[in-house]
């Protein structure tokens, strides 16, 4: 151990989802990205972190599109080399029956160790639960999070690693927490008021979603016939997870009381959450700290090369790696589409997982003054997401993104199965970031920091983490003026008025006519957020105010 580590307290990180390679699909969207990203960064920066995760045998679906365009999803079982047999297994009782879970050690990522749990054995009456990553709700979704929390402890104890704190990142980790008191009560008889009070001072916990109905809550009775309450009593878990309704256990709710601290994903995001938890009573302090991207994952070092170059020539040079990116993104497009844009006219990417807040088609809302440009392909939209596998409003999002590439073939694309290397791919490769969530429900947005860090100039709603970033004219653009409104209709239209507005008399004209301040807009996005949006400072925060 390095003299930098050992004075710092070391941490076992627990989430649902580890974005690590795009081809190791035991990652959704962006809580895995941050999740992997946070791995390697501590592996990197030399951080005394470990991770706890589950092994899905299937993962997440793989998006596609049927003959008419309309979404689907397919599972299928993937098997991976690198998985490393720790020789453990844990026993887990979820609904009376033993379910025995195996543990991998992933560590062929550039990451800290990363222990995964798998209940894909023959001796499992129930292998699947570590099936489908966030393919069910209710009472499934409750084991998955048992094997992950409960199993998860065990396994650590298991492997002989003995940590200070546990970080659940969102509230899938929770019953963790259960096990953990369960362990003070039976085994130093501490009573359930004296275990959470000492336990409270080993869990942290960083809370995601801004949007209500994205807090997980289940019935008490269902977590008691699942026996995810362990020792626990009624009583303890409404004490713990119940707001007015006694009945409910929220997830959220209860991660905020059992830890000491507790934080959100950006600034902005960590006002919203305050207002939306102010209610919880004993409940953490919710810190803002911002999410941060691992920079040599997800950024051209040529272009961070020429970005900080000081000759007269380091425009033209930036300008050229952006250019090569730009030329592989549409090779991309290419091969995977038949659609072959145009490399020297604009390109906007847009890839978001598909939910109504994100309003995917603002941007055609107003035909008018879209169809010209893209008729003429003045503008080009690449479009990329994926929506949870039980969602129909957002399948129908993706159905209409899909209608618009019909639409427009030569202007608008849709990429299926968005991933990570799609995410590389476009947040290098495009021009232009384009996101236009209705504001405040975007927590933080990790893929705007990875498209400036790259040069891709963003266009975003002030909304996440580009508060804290956007220099309106100088390293991007701001629309919207950061104005709320309670009609959403009222929302959607002042927020597309402004998105067009910006595009018409700044972002087309600048690109096609002013390139020098085109590239200077470039090095300035890249230089203005190289180091603050990155995980080595991000760690560097969660060590200063989460973990001390
Ligand atoms: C970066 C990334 C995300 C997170 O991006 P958001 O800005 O939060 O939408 C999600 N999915 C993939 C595949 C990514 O690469």
Same mark, same amino acid.
């Given at each position: 151990m390095s003299k930098k580590t050992k004075h710092l307290p070391k941490v076992a990180y627990f989430c649902m989802e580890y974005g690590l390679h795009s081809d190791f699909k035991i990652y959704a969207g962006g809580l895995g990205i941050l999740a992997g990203d946070y791995l390697k960064g501590a592996k990197d920066y030399d951080y005394p972190i470990v991770g706890l995760g589950i092994m899905w045998k299937q993962g997440y679906g793989d998006q596609m599109i049927d003959e008419n365009g309309q979404p689907f999803d397919a599972y299928r079982n993937r098997k991976y080399e690198f998985l490393k047999d720790t020789g453990v297994t844990v026993d887990v009782q979820i609904r009376s029956v033993n379910v025995k879970c195996k543990v991998w050690l992933v560590d062929a990522f550039g990451n800290a160790p990363l222990y995964l749990l798998d209940t894909d054995l023959p001796e499992n009456a129930d292998a699947w639960i570590s099936g489908q990553l966030y393919?069910?709700?209710?009472?499934?979704?409750i084991?998955?999070?048992?094997?992950l929390g409960i199993g998860g402890v065990r396994a650590l104890r298991a492997l002989g690693i003995n940590v200070d704190l546990y970080h659940f990142n969102e509230g899938h980790a929770l019953f963790a927490g259960f096990e953990l008191l369960r362990e003070r009560m039976e085994y130093k008889g501490d009573s359930f008021k004296k275990a959470t009070k000492k336990l409270r001072q080993q869990i942290v916990f960083t809370t995601h979603t801004p949007v209500a109905q994205g807090n997980e809550t289940h019935p008490i009775d269902r977590i008691m016939y699942m026996g995810a309450n362990l020792c626990l009593k009624r009583k303890h878990l409404s004490e713990l997870g119940s707001l007015e309704d006694k009945d409910h256990f929220n997830m959220?709710?209860?991660?905020?009381?059992?830890?000491?601290?507790?934080?959100?994903?950006?600034?902005?995001?960590?006002?919203?959450?305050?207002?939306?938890?102010?209610?919880?009573?004993k409940s953490s302090k919710i810190a803002a700290i911002?999410?941060?991207?691992?920079?040599?994952?997800?950024?051209?070092?040529?272009?961070?090369?020429?970005?900080?170059?000081?000759?007269?020539?380091?425009?033209?040079q930036l300008w050229d790696a952006h250019f090569n990116n730009k030329k592989a993104l549409v090779d991309f497009?290419?091969?995977?589409?038949?659609?072959?844009?145009?490399?020297?006219?604009?390109?906007?990417?847009?890839?978001?997982?598909a939910v109504p807040y994100k309003r995917s088609d603002l941007i055609f809302r107003n035909p008018e003054i879209i169809e010209p440009l893209l008729k003429n392909q003045t503008i080009q939209l690449v479009f990329s997401g994926k929506s949870h596998p039980l969602d129909d409003a957002g399948k129908a999002i993706v159905a209409?993104?899909?209608?618009?590439?019909?639409?427009?073939p030569k202007s608008v694309v849709f990429l299926t199965d968005y991933d990570m290397r799609i995410g590389a791919v476009l947040t290098r490769g495009a021009d232009v970031w384009l996101n236009n969530p209705v504001r405040p429900k975007e927590a933080s947005g990790t893929s705007g920091m990875k498209a400036s860090m790259n040069g891709v100039l963003n266009l975003s709603i002030l909304d996440g983490w580009w508060p804290e970033a956007c220099d309106h004219g100088v390293n991007g653009w701001q629309f919207g003026d950061?104005?709320? *409104? =309670?009609?959403?209709? /009222?929302?959607?239209?002042?927020?597309? !008025?402004?998105?067009? @507005?910006?595009?018409?008399?700044?972002?087309?004209?600048?690109? *096609? =006519?002013?390139?020098? /301040?085109?590239?200077?807009?470039?090095? !300035?996005?890249?230089? @203005?957020?190289h180091k603050q949006f990155s995980v080595r400072r991000m760690l560097g925060e969660y060590y200063e105010i989460l973990y001390k």
């Open positions: 393919g069910w709700f209710g009472e499934e979704r084991a998955q999070e048992m094997v959220t709710v209860g991660a905020l009381r059992m830890s000491k601290k507790s934080n959100a994903v950006a600034q902005l995001h960590g006002k919203t959450a305050n207002i939306m938890w102010a209610d919880v009573k911002t999410n941060g991207i691992h920079v040599p994952t997800w950024v051209d070092g040529k272009v961070l090369l020429a970005a900080y170059d000081l000759k007269a020539t380091a425009l033209d497009i290419e091969e995977r589409n038949g659609v072959k844009l145009d490399v020297n006219k604009l390109i906007i990417g847009f890839s978001r997982r209409t993104l899909v209608e618009m590439s019909k639409k427009y950061a104005k709320e *409104y =309670k009609n959403p209709a /009222k929302q959607d239209l002042h927020d597309m !008025n402004g998105l067009h @507005s910006v595009l018409t008399k700044d972002v087309v004209p600048t690109f *096609y =006519k002013k390139k020098t /301040k085109w590239r200077e807009m470039m090095r !300035n996005s890249v230089v @203005s957020t």
